[in-house]
């Protein structure tokens, strides 16, 4: 199969990613500094006997000096776990570097589709001519991604067996929250059973909820926000231009707003809704949409028939009206009572089982919905039988309750606008995206660094990049124990030790600047055109990061 290169792709390919200043050193060169010992964020005692084998451990540095690891060939298996971000393949080409440059004979496997690749042991071995072909590209395609958990003895048992085979000394996992938590679970298993294999993980989610104190930023966020902003603000140019659309964009973000923070950071649209605010001011579906109506009827009395508003994808799970009706349905449906109401016949009886089976304060929720909006909420079901969320179009939502409240105003005459709302969910378009420079430099410091961790023997740590609101030369590359991040949740009915997801802070400077900004851009027309992501150039435009980031840093 001929396969044709773009220009930028054959340019890509030749761009030489920015590695922190103590990793230019040269692998022999690089010495390790250790810190204090650490605990978890919470659930000290209930975390430390889950992860007694690798709990406490201290944060780590690397520096300028000379190495003093234990010099012995590496076989290192890589597996890219979960949905995909911008910059994974520079993870991949950073750990393969590192790894060759300290032995030529060190050997680096790519399990294939994720955590069942190392279940199923099946895997590609990397050389030269396979990595060149990634370099500084977007998506995963290298060796592909899967949602497979590594949680049970029987899996680690296997994983075990594939390791011994290859004889393999250490496993990268690239993943989010619950990837890297399945990489500290197989961590302590190896460590428990002393098999001598290393577990090390990669921060990465687009949406921005792998963050705290020592991780900034998780890889792929900047790059899938610079996308969405270039097109939210290609939507803004248009809106203005023909001055009669309001455009209801929908962006991912199921459990935390980051991606709609930033990208309302870059472009400054009318609206932006923050679901932790939502959440915080327990805000029902009426005021959201009375909140929306405000800026257009008060855009409409300018003569601006037009705007922009950004919906974060899990909005409506924060308001607590529908979250109260979400539980409700599901424990309508649950168990037979789900097959009674898919037998009947039309959404007429469909509608009234629903409305004997629902208290009346859900069914008064229920009630202002548009219907398409309500048979969304009884489409097929996740596999424990709820309710999908993510399936909910919330962008239309919106426009059809904000179109209500407009029409009762005009009939009180306080308003005598148009209204024509058009709709948008950006979410693919920005998870596979060539990766921004920050984005390849980052990513290919991950991977580096990644290799230190393992060279110098550390186990169940995730690799580190911090002060990234600074050139890369002064980036500040280490590790920290994956337990320092884990609390203890209710899942599925189970105490689970997972890593805490890191939602947006309504007392955090980002969020601060969009607050004392956000009535001007409701009313005035204050739209920002980021455009496409730049490659070449001087470094405040190509190198340029997130406004979060920025704001936060400063």
């Known amino acids: 199969m001929i396969m044709e290169i773009s220009s930028l792709q054959k340019a890509r390919y030749e761009y030489a990613p920015k590695l922190p200043g103590m990793l230019r050193n040269g692998i022999a060169d690089i ?6 010992e650490t605990q978890s964020v919470a659930d000290q005692e209930k975390i430390k006997e889950l992860f007694p084998n690798t709990y406490g451990k201290k944060e780590i540095t690397f520096q300028k000096g000379a190495n003093t690891s234990e010099a012995k060939k590496q076989v290192v ?3 890219l776990s979960g949905g995909q971000a911008p910059g994974g393949h520079n993870v991949i080409c950073g750990l393969y570097d590192a790894l060759k440059a300290t032995n030529k004979e060190n050997v680096l496997l790519g399990f294939k589709n994720g ?9 590609l071995t990397f050389d030269d001519a396979y990595i060149n072909a990634y370099r500084n590209t977007g998506g995963f395609d290298i060796i592909g991604s899967g949602r497979t958990k590594l949680e049970t003895n029987e899996q680690f048992a296997i994983a075990a067996e594939v390791c011994k085979k290859h004889g393999i000394t250490a496993i990268v996992i690239i993943g989010g929250d619950d990837s ?4 500290a679970v197989l961590a302590e298993y190896f460590a428990a059973n002393n098999t001598g294999v290393q577990v090390i993980g990669c921060p990465k989610t687009i949406d921005g909820d792998l963050k705290n104190e020592d991780i900034e930023c998780s890889f792929g966020f900047d790059t899938a926000t610079k996308t969405y902003s270039e097109l939210i603000g290609n939507i803004e140019r248009d809106a203005n231009s023909a001055k009669k659309y309001w455009h209801f964009i929908k962006v991912m973000g199921r459990s935390a707003s980051h991606v709609a923070l930033e990208c309302a950071l870059e472009t400054q649209p009318n609206i932006c809704l923050i679901s932790e605010e939502v959440a915080e001011k327990k805000m029902s579906l009426s005021q959201i949409a009375d909140y929306i109506a405000d800026s257009v009827e008060k855009r409409a009395a300018k003569g601006m028939n037009f705007g922009v508003a950004i919906i974060p994808e899990g909005v409506v799970e924060f308001v607590p009206e529908f979250s109260a009706l979400i539980q409700e349905i599901n424990e309508l449906l649950a168990g037979s009572k789900a097959e009674a109401f898919n037998a009947l016949a039309t959404w007429k009886e469909k509608y009234a089982f629903i409305e004997n089976g629902l208290t009346k304060a859900s069914m008064d929720v229920f009630a202002i919905l548009p219907e398409g909006i309500q048979q969304q909420l009884f489409l097929e079901r996740d596999p424990h039988g709820n309710v999908q969320v993510s399936l909910i179009e919330s962008e239309k939502l ?9 029409e ?4 009180a005459g306080t308003y005598n606008g148009k209204f024509n709302p058009l709709h948008h969910f950006f979410g693919y378009e920005g998870r596979c995206a060539f990766p921004s420079n920050f984005d390849s430099d980052y990513c290919y410091s991950l991977g580096y660094n990644a290799f230190m961790l393992i060279q110098y023997g550390y186990t169940g740590y995730l690799s580190k990049i911090s002060n990234l609101s600074k050139p890369a030369s002064e980036w500040v590359a280490g590790g920290m124990p994956i337990t320092k991040m884990m609390n203890v949740e209710r899942r ?9 997801k890191a939602l947006v802070e309504l007392d955090g400077k980002p969020f601060k600047f969009f607050e004392a900004h956000r009535e001007e851009w409701a009313s005035e027309t204050c739209f920002v055109y980021p455009g496409a992501i730049q490659y070449y150039g001087p470094a405040e435009v190509c190198d340029i990061t997130t406004r979060t980031l920025a704001l936060e840093q400063e």
């Open 408 to 411: 009762e105003r005009r009939k």
């Open 77 to 79: 298996g890589v597996i």
């Open 492 to 500: 599925h009915g189970e105490d689970k030790p997972v890593i805490r």
């Open 115 to 123: 955590p069942s690749g190392l279940i199923e042991d099946d895997y």
């Open 398 to 406: 919106f426009s059809a309750l904000v179109k209500d409240k407009l």
């Open 31 to 36: 010495c390790v500094v250790e810190g204090e």
């Open 180 to 183: 890297n938590t399945n990489a």
